[in-house]
Structure formats: C-alpha cells, structure tokens
C-alpha cells in the first residue's frame, strides 16, 4: 500500500515525463514481439535455410545462425526477427518442437539485450594474464 502511494506521488511529481519515457525505461525488461530465439539447431544449419525455414510465416527481415568466433562452427542457437508481432506468433506456434534438419528445435520470444555494459574481452585489463586451468601459474 506505502509503495502505491509513494509511486502515485513520484508520477504527480514527475507529470512531465513522457509516457514513451516511461515505456522506454520498462521495455529492457519485456521480451520482443517480432524477434525469435530458436534453441537445438542442427550444427549444419545455415543462414540461409535458417531463413527460408521461416520465411513461410510472414517477412523475415533477418535471420542468423550464431556462430562460434574461432571455429565459425554453430553454436545451435539462432535468432529471427519478423516484420510483424503475428507472423513471429504463427511461426513460433508452428515451429516450436518441430523437426529442422534433423533436430527437434525450440522456439520462443527472444527477451531484449539488457542496456548495462558487458565485461570480459577487452585489452585484458584486469585479469593478470593468469586464468584458466593449468599453465604455468605463480599462484
């Protein structure tokens, strides 16, 4: 009850923020409506068939088998964004658990990147030079 009233005194306080402002700082949170996560793809799938798999269910205007930097090999996950929320539906109704190129694949609504800053990669600041398993460590 306090934090209602504490919110409904925050938004009379603040009636000059924007409802897109408001919507834009709860969106990192939502999951996309035009954008699919694909899981269990066979490690021979390809952009290309990954596109033409679901182009039967409206426009796709991207498709990407993600790949592993070193190797170039799948990584068995992909993503597909579609020009409309109802295509994207159709297709997850339609594909999920259904077989592609010899694998049962999971289809579901791709949850939005989050906005905060990714660590790891980089110049190596930080990290020593020392990690892993093995070598030749001091420690």
Do not use: C, H, W
């Amino acid at each position: 009850m306090a934090l209602s009233a504490k919110l409904g005194s925050l938004l009379t306080q603040n009636a000059q923020l924007s409802m897109t402002s408001m919507v834009n700082s709860i969106r990192p949170m939502s999951t996309s409506t035009t954008r699919l996560f694909i899981g269990g793809l066979s490690y021979e799938t390809d952009n290309q068939s990954f596109r033409e798999a679901f182009s039967n269910f409206g426009d796709v205007t991207d498709a990407r088998v993600i790949t592993d930097r070193e190797s170039g090999r799948s990584r068995g996950f992909g993503f597909v964004n579609f020009a409309s929320g109802e295509s994207a539906s159709n297709a997850l109704s339609s594909m999920d658990g259904q077989e592609l190129n010899g694998r049962n694949i999971r289809v579901s609504f791709a949850n939005e990147r989050p906005s905060t800053p990714r660590f790891g990669g980089g110049n190596g600041v930080g990290n020593s030079g020392y990690g892993g398993y093995g070598g030749n460590s001091a420690y």
